[in-house]
């Protein structure tokens, strides 16, 4: 059977958080989860969502999803979508899926009009990099990722 995608729905929550956590496990980086059930509920299904999710399903089972957001380009003048994050269980590598997702994501790039599609991948990520370079994305190794954020974060917005 093939590999089906599919919108997340609120019912979907615990089913998102558990991918959440399983990609932290991965990425090596499970001691760095905060989000909980509530919180992640609010931010995707509340009144003003912060970010969408597609489910990938084989054989009416879960076995991956993709978490994005639209993010705007001023040089392009046309928003754009970034994907946060991108897991397919272990168990179920090889059968699509990630390829699925990623192919849903453009396609609902082109029907929104985005200039693009983009994300980042971990440096040590040997695998998924080969797979994205197979499907036509490039790594952009000229920008630097900057981040803010905990008592930095705090101390910027002058709350700390």
């Given at each position: 059977?093939t590999?089906?995608?599919?919108?997340?729905?609120?019912?979907?929550i615990?089913?998102i958080?558990?991918?959440?956590?399983?990609?932290?496990?991965?990425e090596?980086?499970?001691?760095?989860v905060?989000?909980?059930?509530k919180?992640?509920?609010?931010?995707?299904?509340?009144?003003r969502?912060m970010?969408?999710?597609?489910?990938?399903?084989?054989?009416?089972?879960?076995?991956?999803?993709?978490?994005?957001?639209h993010?705007?380009?001023?040089?392009?003048?046309?928003p754009?979508?970034?994907l946060?994050?991108l897991f397919?269980?272990p168990?179920a590598?090889?059968?699509?899926?990630?390829?699925?997702l990623?192919?849903r994501?453009?396609?609902?790039?082109?029907?929104r009009?985005c200039?693009?599609?983009?994300?980042?991948?971990?440096d040590?990520?040997e695998?998924?990099?080969t797979?994205y370079k197979?499907?036509?994305?490039?790594p952009m190794?000229?920008?630097t990722?900057?981040?803010?954020?905990?008592?930095?974060?705090t101390?910027?917005?002058?709350?700390?």
């Open positions: 059977m590999i089906h995608i599919r919108e997340a729905a609120a019912a979907d615990h089913l958080h558990g991918f959440i956590l399983a990609l932290a496990e991965y090596r980086l499970a001691h760095e905060r989000a909980d059930i919180v992640l509920e609010r931010h995707l299904f509340g009144p969502p970010a969408e999710v597609l489910i990938a399903e084989h054989d009416g089972e879960a076995v991956g999803f993709a978490l994005f957001f993010n705007f380009s001023t040089f392009e003048g046309k754009g979508i970034y946060e994050d397919v269980n168990e590598r090889g059968l699509g899926a990630g390829k699925a990623l192919v994501l453009a396609q609902l790039a082109v029907e009009e200039a693009r599609l983009e994300w980042w991948v971990l040590w990520n695998p998924s990099i797979f197979s499907l036509g994305a490039k190794d000229e920008w990722v900057m981040r803010v954020d905990g008592d930095a974060l101390g910027l917005a002058g709350t700390a």
